[in-house]
């Protein structure tokens, strides 16, 4: 937990739901992050930790885990840390007490991992109890029926090797088993595998197919346990659906989801960030072109983001903002440089080094981002950030003398752990009486080509079982910027900024629900000429309630109908969409722009999204804190940003009341204890109903928590600057040099209500209907639009864990000054 600098530990936090099941109390981030250690030559502090592991770590816990992070993360990081052990070991340097018992800690992680597997299927459950297994009273868990593709399918590289090392044959037949599985179920027309899968009947529960969540490592570990393994079975397997995806899932520089029964059917129309990975995967299968194409379109969006989002729509805006830190991208661009020694993939490096540095970096390591456009940030670093990340950055520009060990003698899991190549030659499970050929390891595989091309007439087929040189791939240095200048350009030319039409005579309204703002005098009187009331309620919402009779004309009548079914369509769209928030960034000492608070824009005032450098000032707490009133301290107020409480009177309000007294912005905090942007949806904060052009500053709002960590700095410090912008800047610069922002739509305002807010009546001209239908409102505490983001599974916060999450941040901050301004300078 970066921010707060401790660490997370299970049931002592609050849940944050599916994502803690890879919290086992086995310290996830110590095992893996082992081999990382090694790679970076630090050989004095793996010997520590692997100490630490033997020492401190138990696996007898009563606690559910997830058999998929299990495996990958603590299995995988065990053999991992084994075999760079024995490497060391055998270099006669390092590690000579070492007795092979990461192995031993290894094994028992895997017979606690194979009850999951008693299935009729093969198919493992996706959680199982470290101490009580499953279907006892006591372990909690054997009632699931769904688990993901990958998290069945990404299992044969980690149980493999633990077979392959340990000589006990059990691990490698069930991980084959359940691929076997997975295989015989796959469509047969598409020859495509489904997103979720009922691990007792086989049955595709979701049936949507691509290369990201949920299928991503199925694919890569059915190539990557052929390069293991030498098993030509998985590299038939892999061939097969290959072709498949690039049939149906490619659409260059796309990869979008389809229908694995109706493959010429798109499923959905955005992607998610794990397809990041596919490119490597392709450099490894040897398609080099599409992997150029794929990942100059992910690098691409990148550059927009400063980071890639957790998903994003096919034209290149964000879908989900946040970003934990993922190195899928990072991964991709190892191999392609190493595949094409292309120096342009240096330069991608160092643009997500520099992102990371300039970012995510806080004081106690790389904190996940909450949202991409803001830049604020989550108190969270997973252990892949660095079990991956560092691994690729450091191979990407590490030169051969900074490598104490060939790398080439290893494969990547997919949590970038190191197996080595010569478990092919080790004792194995035996394959399939239909795959009996053994192929030999990747670094012997120009001897088996050979003999290949001796045996048997050489053919286009022969190439699907080798490498290419990509000396010859790439006689023209100009060909791979051949292929990413016009992927470069479609993404620079997918933020157009459209004229608005409103053609006359073509059947539209003079209004569109898009473009009306509640705010606006012009769009009132249109409102009112369609025969459409507009009502603030007391609890935020806005009332839209249309009488035809009340209508100049028919046609406007007509038009106001229109207009009210636009509404309820829009509004049920953006019920999934996200408001794009705006950050309130901590500049002053010893923050140094380090904390971005998340917050809600107004409806009126300074839009903070078109201004290129925000506003920037100290605080001061306003008195009356309500700024209901005029304000008895202007004299400090002036030339500051004022802080207010929500409530009592109308937003609108609050802010000419500082605007008089001089101030140049405002920040609003929540009244409602407790609040948090992690638990409850952003609001857009609305006007009064009254013309608000004469408001002329920002006005910003944050939820109880996050105005109580400003609050506690303020109560620290005394003196708390702080810039208000629409997403975080670089602490080194003022003004940040941006590209323009894709992160939402510019072509249209936010529309004032969501469904769920929004009351859409329609009275149609009928003898019945009341003439003069009135809502009257009771007495308005300030209207808040409210836009509903996707749903997160976060912890509610209670006051007293935020104010000792507060106080804790505040003295690690102070005590880690000295250190963290050295970063800054190294930086």
């Not at 691929?179 to 047969?188: A, G, I, N, T, V």
């Not at 250190?819 to 930086?827: K, N, S, V």
């Amino acid at each position: 937990m970066p921010l707060t600098c401790r660490g997370r530990v299970r049931g002592q936090e609050p849940s944050r739901g599916d994502v803690d099941d890879a919290l086992g109390k086995f310290s996830l981030t110590l095992i893996d992050t082992l081999d990382t250690l090694v790679l970076l030559n630090k050989t004095t502090e793996f010997e520590e930790a692997v100490r630490r592991v033997l020492r401190d770590v138990r696996l007898d816990n009563d606690i559910v885990v997830s058999v998929f992070e299990t495996n990958i993360r603590v299995l995988g990081g065990l053999l991992g840390g084994h075999s760079m052990a024995v490497m060391l070991k055998d270099t006669g340097y390092h590690m000579q007490w070492y007795q092979d018992e990461l192995l031993h800690m290894a094994k028992d992680v895997g017979l606690r991992l194979l009850p999951a597997f008693n299935t009729s299927s093969g198919l493992p459950y996706p959680r199982v109890n470290l101490k009580y297994g499953l279907r006892s009273p006591e372990s909690r868990t054997g009632t699931e029926t769904d688990t993901c593709t990958a998290c069945a399918g990404t299992i044969i590289l980690e149980f493999a090797a633990l077979s392959r090392f340990t000589g006990d044959p059990v691990f490698e037949v069930h991980a084959r088993r359940a691929l076997d599985f997975l295989w015989e179920k796959r469509q047969r027309n598409s020859n495509l595998v489904g997103t979720t899968i009922n691990i007792h009947s086989g049955e595709w529960v979701r049936r949507d197919s691509g290369v990201g969540a949920g299928i991503d490592s199925y694919y890569e570990y059915l190539l990557k346990a052929y390069i293991l393994l030498g098993d030509d079975l998985f590299l038939q397997r892999f061939n097969i659906h290959y072709a498949s995806i690039m049939k149906y899932i490619s659409q260059p520089p796309l990869l979008l989801d389809v229908h694995i029964h109706k493959p010429l059917l798109p499923a959905r129309t955005w992607m998610d960030s794990l397809l990041a990975f596919f490119p490597g995967l392709q450099v490894l299968k040897g398609d080099i072109r599409p992997a150029i194409e794929t990942h100059e379109m992910l690098y691409q969006v990148t550059k927009k983001h400063n980071f890639l989002p957790e998903a994003f729509t096919t034209d290149f805006r964000v879908h989900w903002a946040q970003h934990p830190l993922r190195p899928e991208f990072a991964e991709s661009t190892y191999f392609l440089y190493k595949a094409t020694k292309d120096p342009y993939y240096l330069e991608v490096g160092r643009t997500v080094l520099d992102n990371l540095n300039r970012f995510a970096r806080v004081p106690c390591g790389f904190a996940a981002m909450k949202d991409v456009r803001t830049g604020s940030h989550e108190d969270r670093m997973d252990s892949f950030f660095l079990a991956e990340m560092f691994k690729y950055l450091f191979l990407l520009f590490a030169e051969e003398e900074d490598l104490t060990f060939n790398v080439e003698d290893y494969i990547f899991t997919t949590e970038a752990h190191l197996l080595p190549l010569s478990l092919s030659t080790a004792p194995h499970a035996p394959s399939p009486a239909n795959a009996t050929v053994q192929a030999p390891s990747l670094p012997h595989l120009s001897t088996y080509v050979k003999s290949l091309w001796s045996e048997e007439e050489l053919d286009d087929s022969n190439f699907d079982w080798t490498c290419p040189n990509t000396r010859l791939l790439f006689p023209d240095p100009a060909f791979p910027r051949n292929l990413r200048d016009p992927i470069r350009s479609a993404v620079d030319k997918s933020c157009p900024r459209p004229a608005i039409h409103r053609e006359p005579g073509m059947g539209r309204p003079p209004l569109r629900a898009q473009d009306f703002m509640a705010n606006n005098p012009d769009h009132l009187e249109l409102l009112r000429r369609m025969g459409v009331s507009l009502i603030h309620l007391k609890d935020g919402r806005v009332q839209l309630v249309q009488h035809a009779t009340q209508a100049v004309s028919a046609v406007a009548a007509e038009d106001g109908m229109r207009f009210m079914q636009e509404m309820m369509e829009l509004s049920s769209q953006q019920q999934k969409e996200q408001l794009p928030p705006r950050a309130v960034q901590i500049v002053s000492h010893p923050f140094f722009g380090r904390v971005v608070l998340t917050s809600g824009p107004a409806q009126f005032g300074t839009d903070l999204s078109k201004s290129i450098t925000g506003v920037r000032g100290f605080v001061t707490v306003a008195e009356p804190y309500s700024g209901c009133a005029e304000l008895s301290n202007a004299a400090f107020v002036q030339g500051r940003i004022a802080l207010l409480q929500r409530g009592q009177c109308m937003f609108a309000e609050k802010a000419r009341h500082i605007m008089k007294a001089g101030a140049i912005g405002g920040i609003v905090i929540d009244d409602n204890e407790g609040s948090s942007s992690d638990t409850a949806p952003l609001f857009q904060m609305a006007g009064d109903g009254r013309n608000t052009d004469d408001v002329t500053l920002p006005l910003l709002f944050l939820f109880y928590k996050e105005g109580n960590i400003l609050l506690e700095a303020l109560k620290e410090y005394r003196e708390v600057e702080v810039l208000l912008s629409d997403k975080a800047r670089d602490r080194g610069r003022d003004v940040q040099e941006e590209e323009e922002d894709c992160s939402t739509d510019q072509t249209s305002p936010i529309p004032a209500a969501t469904l769920d807010q929004l009351h859409v009546r329609t009275v149609e001209q009928d003898e019945s209907a009341p003439h003069n239908e009135e809502v009257t409102p009771e007495e308005d505490v300030g209207p808040a639009i409210k836009r509903n983001p996707e749903p997160e599974e976060e912890p509610d916060v209670d006051k007293d864990s935020s104010r000792k999450s507060v106080e804790a941040m505040m003295a690690d901050w102070r005590e880690d000054l000295e250190a963290f301004q050295q970063m800054e300078d190294e930086l």
